[in-house]
Structures are given as structure tokens and as C-alpha cells.
């Protein structure tokens, strides 16, 4: 399974807490494209889908949600609920997100520009290409 939580340092004082993420330093990746997701639904499934060509971090700056995760062999779910922890998923992995708390938004780092024809969007495909 190619993912991991990546515990991130935190800078804190009385003012407050700040992380910081960098390219090739804490990310194990050059940084192309940060975006975020937010106003999400609790009932409602976001991903379904894999990448052929694409390394992302993921964090839940606020609230929660849950993510599938499926190499083609194995399944696994994690809870994201930090914003000091980091979900690194790596290429052919396929991702389910749901369960997501009122108000949570989640940031997310990428590998590459937005790529629409690198996603496989559908599972048997998905099962096919790392079979
Ligand atoms: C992923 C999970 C965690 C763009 O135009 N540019 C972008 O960079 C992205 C990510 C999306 N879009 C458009 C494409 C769709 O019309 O935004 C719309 C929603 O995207 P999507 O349905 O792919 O969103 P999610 O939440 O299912 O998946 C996203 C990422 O696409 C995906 O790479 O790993 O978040």
C-alpha cells in the first residue's frame, strides 16, 4: 500500500500554531499544484478514482473525514482529523472519500498540474492496471 501519515512539525506559541510544508524537504515531492476542498456534504462520496502519474498530501486543516484507500489487493480506511498530519498517497492508489464532518476542509499538495486524462475513474480499469 503505497500511503503513509506524515506526523508534520509544528511551530507553536501563545500567539498560535503554524506548519510549513516545502518541496522535496517535508513533502517527499516537488510542489506543483496546491488546491482545497471545502462546503464538503457528510452524506456525500468524493474521489472514486485513482492516478496513473500523481503524488499527493493530503490534510484536514479543519474537521474530519474518511478515506478508502485500495492498492488493487488490499483496503484499507484511515480517519483524517489533524492538521499536523499529513496523508501521503502515492501513484495507482485507489481513493474513496466520505463520512466528512460539518465544515471540514481538507488542503491538498500535488505532484503535477491537473491532469484530467491521468485519472482512471473506473475500478475494473483501475484492478487491470495493477493486476
Ligand atoms: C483527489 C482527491 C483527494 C480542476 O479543474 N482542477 C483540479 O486541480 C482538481 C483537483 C479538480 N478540478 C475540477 C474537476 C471537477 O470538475 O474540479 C471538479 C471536482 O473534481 P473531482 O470530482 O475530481 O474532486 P474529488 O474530490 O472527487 O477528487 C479530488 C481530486 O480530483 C483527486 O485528485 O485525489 O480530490
Not at 24 to 45: A, C, G, L, S
Not at 84 to 112: P, Q, T
Request: charge should be negative.
Amino acid at each position: 500500500m503505497d500511503y503513509k501519515l506524515i506526523d508534520m512539525t509544528v511551530f507553536g506559541d501563545r500567539r498560535g500554531k503554524l506548519i510549513s510544508l516545502e518541496g522535496n524537504k517535508n513533502v517527499p515531492f516537488d510542489i506543483k499544484r496546491v488546491y482545497y476542498i471545502f462546503d464538503t456534504i457528510p452524506d456525500e462520496e468524493r474521489g472514486k478514482h485513482a492516478h496513473k502519474d500523481l503524488e499527493q498530501i493530503i490534510v484536514a486543516i479543519d474537521g474530519a473525514c474518511e478515506f478508502v484507500l485500495d492498492d488493487g489487493q488490499f483496503r484499507e480506511t484511515i480517519w483524517l482529523n489533524r492538521p499536523d498530519v499529513g496523508l501521503y498517497i502515492g501513484k495507482n492508489m485507489w481513493r474513496e472519500m466520505r463520512h466528512f464532518s460539518y465544515g471540514c476542509k481538507l488542503m491538498i499538495l500535488a505532484s503535477d498540474y491537473y491532469k484530467p486524462e491521468e485519472y482512471i475513474r473506473n475500478y475494473d480499469e483501475f484492478l487491470k492496471g495493477v493486476g
